[in-house]
């Protein structure tokens, strides 16, 4: 039973691979003037109020959408993986990004212009189906990411914001570490302040949850917080 089990979750690996290239090839060829850009860790892809002229298609890394308030508070909007698209505002003519995009480790995206974008998803109807489930997707993804900030408490919310980060939940593997980050973004990312975390990611390390080793090591065990009532 055991090599069956490996053996399905190779193939459904696999399976998803290729699908994630076959759409980025799909992309190329059909949108005329797509751009291959690559990111590192920590740049910003585009700043909230900058022009918005584009969609973004993630083939390799993490992207992390924030905004800033008038009074200068910055909140996490949403955490993009694999497969995702970005920057679709432009689209419904939204002029200026409402978020600033940053990568959150070494990033290959697909730039799409505006213009060739709108004409593929009027053309092309399979890419279109595709496009607007992965929307409505990543929609429902950050209506539960609000939810959970106003209902849980600051420990499942850290815990949580560290298994997303490791992808638990995603089709893909989860990683087991999740590249190093500073507390104080940790506590912009879940509205909170630096000493909570740090009460919380020390709380996790004596229990066995993470660990540090070239980064921040995710424990499936970490579960449990968000898990328990």
Known sequence: MMWYITGLTEYMKSKRKKQLLSLSRYLTTLVPGTSALHVQAGQAIFYQGSSADAVYYIRRGAVKLTAVSQAGREVAVGFLNVGDFFGEGCLVGQSKHLTTARAMDLTSLLVLK????????????????????????????????????????????????????????????????????????????????????????????????????????????????????
């Open 114 to 229: 505006r213009k060739e974008m709108i004409r593929v998803l009027h053309e092309e109807q399979a890419f279109s189906d595709r496009f607007i489930l992965r929307m409505l997707k990543r929609k429902a993804r950050i209506e539960e990411d609000l939810v959970v900030h106003l209902f849980n408490s600051i420990e499942k919310r850290l815990a949580r914001t560290l298994l997303l980060l490791a992808s638990y939940g995603k089709k893909s593997r989860p990683r087991k570490i999740i590249p190093q980050i500073s507390q104080t973004k940790l506590a912009k990312m879940i509205g909170t302040n630096r000493g909570s975390v740090n009460i919380f990611m020390d709380k996790f390390r004596k229990l066995g949850y993470i660990d540090y080793d070239g980064g921040i090591h995710i424990d499936p065990s970490l579960l449990c917080v968000v898990l328990l009532d």
